[in-house]
């Protein structure tokens, strides 16, 4: 079975969760929890799906993404 990320946050950097597959590093893989528990667990779910649907880490996905984008024209 693929690794799954892993929604994560550090203790002197409560309000914000992070993606384990991109660490701490990338805005697209922080959130915040403005509101409800499940709309950040909706948010994290969009970003698995966009940058890690085949359990690549961010700097793979992101050049995939890139990729992809500039092939279909
Ligand atoms: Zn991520």
């Known amino acids: ?3 799954e990320p892993i929604l994560t946050f550090i ?3 409560p309000d914000k969760f992070h993606c384990s597959f991109c660490g701490h590093g990338p805005d697209e ?5 403005d509101g409800h528990v ?6 994290f779910e969009a970003h698995v799906e966009r940058y890690h649907p085949k ?15 500039t092939e279909d024209h």
């Open 55 to 69: 359990g690549e880490d961010f700097s793979q996905a992101a050049a995939r993404i890139v990729r992809e984008a």
């Open 11 to 13: 203790l002197s950097k």
């Open 29 to 33: 893989g922080a959130f915040t929890l």
């Open 38 to 43: 499940r709309d950040l667990i909706a948010a």
């Open 1 to 3: 079975m693929a690794k």
